[in-house]
Structure formats: C-alpha cells, structure tokens
C-alpha cells in the first residue's frame, strides 16, 4: 500500500462530523471550513441551538404570550442558521441532515446540548465558529470550555473569529503542537486523518524557558528536562511521518525567558508558520509542568487565531 493510499484510509475514517451553527459570521465560516476539507465518504450533521429565554432575560418574570414569542424568534433564528449552513454543501456531494434543538423544551444549556447531540449522534468531529465572548458558542470561554473539553465524546474543531485567510482546499498547513504525552501523540494520529496528500505538516515541542516564582526546580534544570522530552516526542512524530508522502518538518520552539507562557508561543508559532490548523491533545500529562491537562488546550483555545484542532481518543 502506498503512502497515498494510506494516508486516504486514515482520512476516510473521519465518518461523522457534528457542525454547531448559530446567527454569527463565524458559523458561515466554519461551514466553509468543513466544507473545503476532504472527507470521503462523511455524514454532515448541522445543528443550532435555540436557546431558552428565560436564562437570556432573567430580569423578572414573563407573560406566556411574551414567552411563546420569545422562544419562537429563538427557534426561528436557530432555523436560519441551520439553513444557511445546508446552503453552504448545497453541491458538495456529502450527505448532510440537520436539527434545530430547542433549550426552552428539552432543558439544559447549551454546552450541554451540543454534548448530547454529539454523543446521541456518535460524533466523530464537533466544530464550531467561536465568538470569544457572546452569542451560542460562548461556552468556548472559560470554565465551560474545560467543561466541554472534559466531557465531548469526540474531538472538536474551533474556527475562530480571529481567522480572516481565504478558505481553500483545507487543512493544507497543519502544525501539531507535541508534549512529550501518549495523548498528544494521539492528537497527531487523529490530526492526520485530517490531511490532505499535498498537506505541509509541522510538528512542535515547547521547551518552556520562562522562570516562575512557583518553580521549585532549577530552571535549567527543568529546561534540560524538556529539551530530552522534546527530542523525544519528535522522534515519535517523525516516525509517523515517515509513512507518509507529505512535505514534513520537526522543530524545538522555546518560550521567551520572561513574559511567556506555552500557550502564546504555540499561537506565535502558527501565525508564523501560516498553519491553517493547529492540532492540540486535550488530556495530556507533561511531566511536572502537566501543561495540557486542559489548562493549556483551553488557553490555547481562547488566544488561537487559527482553526484548532482539541484531539482526543475516542
């Protein structure tokens, strides 16, 4: 079997893809996102969540007309996301269905909605257009995001509102960020299925050099440490490289002594890199750092202006 042929078999595998919608601009472009990929062979499930009105206005009580109304307009605006986003595979060939969930009947929040529907749907892939402070998807924030991050049954994909490059044929530059864990090499085999045969592909490991008053190990002592490590997890992905006929590159990439942290290096990294998605394990242990047992993944989550990629087995 070819590297080609292999690396198609790995793609294929990527069955069924949950894409969450709602009213905003980033939605559309997350449809377009999906919609670029090549998936041979997905099942597409839109859907939108009508939220319920008494959790958006909860300054006193309603009248059940005013109520009836306010949830209509909610299901409505839901109904048109999801429209718009079957408008966007209108000739893609792929099989889409879709749903609109409405909060106000079935109960819950959103965040939880959108678990359910992907555990209901056996998700391979949820993604989403995140808008970092309002609207649906405002669960990419804070401690709901560690919350979704924890309990998705499958990986999720973030199109954020910061990515402003015209999507092409997608992914064509996937940046891997490594930790030196089993989870994040995971994330890198599950990115992969992602890729396309002409995909550029990047592996990274973050020695972090910045000097913590926490620290209670030398800090060059600690470098040392991750340098090892670094070497370590490269090695692992440029063996699963190896296997494929794409262009591909490993590379060390350190912090700034002070003022730095690993999650805004790996978003350095992408912007200069031109990377149009970054792949992050989400339930890795790094050592005595353990910088992505959710901590950096959702940090990463709330800086990255580039698709990311939270990967996790499922």
């Avoid at 595979?89 to 529907?117: H, K, M, P």
């Avoid at 555990?119 to 609207?135: E, F, I, K, P, S």
Wanted: hydrophobic letters at 45%; one cysteine or more.
């Amino acid at each position: 079997m070819s590297p080609t042929q292999m690396q198609s078999n790995a793609t294929s595998k990527v069955k069924r893809i949950l894409v969450a919608v709602d009213a905003s601009p980033q939605s559309a472009r997350a449809a377009e996102y999906v919609r670029r990929m090549t998936l041979p062979g997905a099942q597409i499930r839109i859907v939108s969540v009508a939220e319920n009105p008494r959790t958006l206005l909860p300054v006193g009580p309603m009248a059940d007309a005013e109520l009836q109304l306010a949830r209509a307009e909610l299901a409505r605006d839901a109904g048109n996301a999801v429209a718009r986003a079957r408008s966007v595979f209108a000739d893609a060939g792929i099989n889409v269905e879709s749903d609109v969930i409405e909060i106000s009947r079935q109960g819950g929040y959103t965040a939880n909605a959108l678990i359910d529907a992907a555990t209901q749907w056996n998700a391979d892939l949820l993604v989403v257009g995140a808008r970092q402070h309002h609207g649906m998807l405002r669960w990419i924030e804070g401690t709901v995001s560690e919350f979704i991050t924890a309990e998705a049954p499958c990986s999720i994909l973030i199109v954020p509102a910061g990515y402003e490059a015209d999507i092409g044929p997608s992914p064509q530059r996937i940046l891997f960020a490594l930790d030196g864990s089993a989870a994040s090499l995971d994330a890198l085999h599950f990115g992969l299925r992602l890729a396309r045969p002409e995909s550029r592909l990047r592996a990274i490991y973050v020695v972090d050099r910045a000097v913590r008053l926490t620290d209670f190990v030398p800090i060059h002592v600690l470098q040392q440490a991750f340098i090892e490590e670094g070497h370590a997890a490269l090695v692992s992905a440029a063996s699963a490289f190896a296997e494929l006929s794409n262009h591909v590159e490993t590379a060390l990439v350190k912090t700034e002594p002070v003022s730095d942290d690993v999650p805004h290096t790996i978003v350095r990294e992408a912007e200069r890199w031109h990377a149009d998605l970054l792949v992050v394990g989400t339930h890795g242990r790094r050592g005595v750092a353990r910088w992505f047992l959710g901590s950096v993944a959702a940090r990463t989550a709330r800086l990255a202006r580039t698709p990311l990629l939270l990967a996790r087995p499922k």
